[in-house]
C-alpha cells in the first residue's frame, strides 16, 4: 500500500519520533515535522518562498509545475496557506509557516488524512490502517453498521477505525505549538455562472489530462463510449498514443456503450482500441471470493473486492501494452451532473422554481408528486441535525423502511435502508447512539442535496483510492481520475446543481466544456447504460459469498442478524434490487476485516535518531 505518513512535534521538549513506517523514505525532517513516503512512484515535490517564512510538501499525484508550487509557497507565506490545496491534481499538502504545520488532503476525498494525538506529538498519515497498527485501535463496528442499513448519515471526523480522527474533506489539519489540534476549512470557491464554470472546465480538464499524458507514457484509459471516460480519451488522444479499452458483458452486449466507443476509436488515429468480452475472459463480479484473505489490502472497505476478475481482464491490454497509468471517468457523474435536489432551491427562496423542479422530478421518477412536493417544501422548515435526531428515533424504536428510496427523499437528509430489517436489538441500540452523536454536532445550515452531493462525492474519491490500491496490486499499473482532482471539483459544484442538472438533458455542463474537444456524438448521447452484470456475478458466486457472510464479524458482534442476511442474500440472488447495495457493501466490510493486519511490526519499525531527508 502506498502512503505518507508522519510526526509533528507539539511541545518543545518532546522527544523525536522512535517509530517509521517500515520501508518508509524519508522526505522531511526540520526538527518540528518529519516524514516519510512508502510504496514506489510516489512524487514529491517541495518548494520554499523566497523568505523562508514557508515551506510547501506536496505528495501524490500533483501537476504543479516548479513555477506553480513556488508561487503556493510564496502565498504561504503572505498567510494564504489554502492556496497549497488548489494546485493541480489529487495529493496531500502540507505547509509549514513558522512553526505552524498544516496538512491537508483532497477536495474528494481520494486523498484522505487521519490521525493520533499525544500530549507531546501528532502523528498523521493517508492510510489509517498504518495509524491503527501504531496505536492497536480497533474497527469502529457502528460506523461500518451504518454504511449498511442507513444513508446520509454524515461521519464528520469520525473513521472507519476507533482512536482514529479523520480530516473531513475540503479542510485543514492544523498543529500549532502548545495548542491543541485543529480542523480549518478551507475557503470555498466564489459561485460561477454555468458560462464561466463550462470555460474554466474546459482549460482545467484539458490540463489535468495533458499533464498526465505527457508524465505517463505509455498512457491507457477506460473507453465506455459514456461521456465521462469517452471525453478523456479524446482530450488523452490529442497529446500521446493512446492504449483504450471497453468491457462488456452478458449484460451489456445489448446496449449501445461498444457502439459510441468504435466511434470514438475510428475517429481518432492515436486510439488504439480493444473490446474485452467478460463472457470469453470468464470474468464476473464477485469472482475471488473463494479466498477473502488473497484480496489486495485497501485503507478501507471496498465495494471494488468484487470486481478483481474484472479488473484484470480489463486492464489486461493496458498492461500488456506496457502503460505506465490508466485514466479512468469515475468521478464524472458526481460533479457534471447535479443530484436532483428541489429542496435546496426552495431553501434559496427560489420556491415556485423549486416546487416545478420536484414535480417534474416526481414525473420522471413515476412518483407520487404529492409526496415530493411536501417533502420538498419540509425541508424549507427542517435542519440536517433534526432529520438525524429523527432517524435516531426511528432506529431506536424499530420504525422500519416501507421500500427502497424513492423520489421524496430526494428532498431528505437522510434515512434507512431497506437492511435495516438485519439489525438485532443490540444492533439498533447502538446505531441510535451513533445517529445520535452525529446529529449534535451536524451543519444546521447545509441543504439535502449539498450534503447527498458531498457524501456521493466523498465516497466516489475513497472508491477511487480503493481502486488504485487494488490494480497496483493486481497489475502494478496507477489510476488516475481527473475528474475527481480538487480544481475540477471546485469549478463543477461552483455552479447550483439544479443548473448541472436540466430537464430533458444529459451533463449540459460536459458539452459546453468539451464541444470540439470531444467527440460529437458522445456530447450528444442522451444514454447511460446500467450495470447489472453484478446479478450474474452474485449468482455464479454464490456458494462464496453465503461462505463469507456464514462468518459475518458483524453478526458475531451480535449487530445483526446472519439468517435475516442470508434470506436478503437468497432474494437478491432470484432478481431483488432491495438489499443489493447493502450485500455489496457488507461483502466489503467483512473482507477488509479479515484482511487487516494485526501488529504493529507488520508496519512500523524503529526509526533512527537522524536520517538524511534532503
Excluded at 518508509?24 to 520554499?48: C, F, K, N, P, Y
Excluded at 409526496?371 to 435516531?392: N, W
Excluded at 490494480?471 to 471539483?489: H, M
Excluded at 457488507?586 to 526509526?607: D, G, K, Y
Aim: some cysteine; proline content about 6%; aromatic content about 6%.
Amino acid at each position: 500500500m502506498r502512503y505518507v505518513a508522519g510526526t509533528v512535534i507539539r511541545t518543545p521538549l518532546a522527544p523525536l519520533a522512535e517509530l517509521r513506517p517500515r520501508g518508509g523514505h524519508e522526505i522531511h525532517d526540520d526538527g518540528t515535522l518529519r516524514a516519510w513516503t512508502v510504496g514506489s512512484d510516489m512524487r514529491v515535490r517541495r518548494a520554499a518562498s523566497r523568505d523562508g517564512a514557508a515551506e510547501v510538501l506536496l505528495a501524490g499525484d500533483c501537476l504543479a509545475t516548479a513555477e506553480e508550487a513556488q508561487r503556493a509557497a510564496e502565498a504561504a507565506a503572505c498567510g494564504r496557506w489554502h492556496e497549497v490545496g488548489r494546485l493541480p491534481g489529487s495529493y496531500l499538502g502540507i505547509v509549514r509557516t513558522g512553526r505552524t504545520v498544516r496538512i491537508m488532503g483532497d477536495r474528494a476525498g481520494a486523498v484522505q488524512v487521519h490521525w493520533a494525538a499525544t500530549k507531546s506529538t501528532v502523528t498523521f498519515s493517508t492510510s489509517a490502517t498504518a495509524l491503527s497498527a501504531l496505536t492497536g485501535a480497533s474497527p469502529h463496528p457502528v460506523r461500518l453498521l451504518a454504511e449498511i442499513t442507513t444513508w446520509g448519515v454524515e461521519p464528520g471526523g469520525c473513521g472507519w477505525v476507533e482512536g482514529i480522527d479523520r480530516l473531513p474533506p475540503g479542510s485543514a489539519l492544523t498543529l500549532a505549538p502548545n495548542a491543541a489540534p485543529a480542523i480549518q476549512m478551507l475557503p470555498r470557491p466564489a459561485p460561477l455562472s454555468f458560462d464561466e464554470a463550462a470555460e474554466a472546465l474546459r482549460h482545467e480538464l484539458s490540463l489535468a489530462v495533458g499533464r498526465r499524458a505527457l508524465m505517463n507514457r505509455p498512457l491507457s484509459a477506460d473507453l465506455s463510449g459514456g461521456v465521462d471516460s469517452s471525453s478523456l480519451a479524446c482530450l488523452a488522444a490529442a497529446h500521446t498514443d493512446l492504449t483504450a479499452v471497453t468491457y462488456t458483458d452478458a449484460a451489456m452486449a445489448d446496449q449501445d456503450d461498444s457502439r459510441y466507443a468504435a466511434g470514438v476509436a475510428a475517429a481518432y488515429p492515436n486510439i488504439t482500441w480493444h473490446l474485452v468480452d467478460g463472457r470469453r475472459t470468464g470474468s464476473r463480479h464477485f469472482d475471488h471470493l473463494t479466498d477473502p484473505a488473497g484480496v489486495p489490502l485497501t485503507d478501507a472497505p471496498a465495494l471494488s473486492m468484487a470486481m478483481l476478475g474484472i479488473f484484470q481482464a480489463q486492464l489486461a491490454p493496458a498492461v500488456a501494452a506496457g502503460s505506465r497509468g490508466h485514466l479512468t471517468g469515475r468521478g464524472g457523474d458526481n460533479v457534471l451532473e447535479g443530484f436532483a435536489a428541489p429542496a435546496d432551491r426552495y431553501r434559496t427562496g427560489a420556491r415556485i422554481a423549486a416546487l416545478r423542479d420536484a414535480g417534474r422530478l416526481a414525473r420522471d421518477r413515476r412518483s407520487s408528486a404529492y409526496s415530493v412536493l411536501r417533502a420538498t417544501a419540509a425541508a424549507g422548515r427542517g435542519t440536517y441535525p433534526k432529520a438525524l435526531a429523527r432517524l435516531a428515533d426511528m432506529v431506536r424504536g424499530g420504525v422500519l423502511p416501507q421500500g427502497l428510496p424513492d423520489a421524496a427523499d430526494s428532498s431528505r437528509w437522510c434515512g434507512q435502508l431497506p437492511a435495516a430489517r438485519w439489525l438485532t436489538p443490540a444492533g439498533r441500540t447502538a446505531l441510535a447512539d451513533f445517529i445520535g452523536a452525529r446529529a449534535e454536532s451536524a451543519d444546521p445550515a447545509i441543504g439535502p442535496g449539498a450534503l447527498r452531493e458531498r457524501l456521493a462525492l466523498e465516497a466516489t474519491g475513497a472508491e477511487h483510492a480503493h481502486v488504485d490500491a487494488v490494480a497496483r496490486a493486481l497489475t502494478n499499473l496507477p489510476i488516475a481520475a481527473p475528474f475527481l482532482d480538487t480544481r475540477v471539483v471546485d469549478i463543477c459544484l461552483a455552479v447550483p446543481a439544479w443548473e448541472r442538472r436540466r430537464p430533458d438533458d444529459f451533463k449540459p455542463l460536459a458539452r459546453a466544456a468539451l464541444t470540439g474537444l470531444v467527440h460529437a456524438p458522445v456530447l450528444a448521447r442522451r444514454t447511460k447504460t446500467p450495470f447489472n452484470g453484478v446479478y450474474d456475478g452474485l449468482r455464479v458466486n454464490a456458494f462464496a459469498v453465503r461462505d463469507l457472510f456464514s462468518g459475518s464479524a458483524l453478526a458475531d458482534a451480535g449487530l445483526i442478524d446472519s439468517s435475516a442476511v442470508m434470506t436478503s442474500l437468497t432474494q437478491t440472488i432470484h432478481g431483488s434490487p432491495a438489499n443489493l447495495v447493502s450485500l455489496h457493501t457488507l461483502a466489503a466490510i467483512e473482507v477488509w476485516l479479515i484482511n487487516r493486519p494485526t501488529t504493529a511490526a507488520t508496519w512500523w519499525e524503529p526509526a533512527e535518531t537522524r536520517e538524511t531527508s534532503r
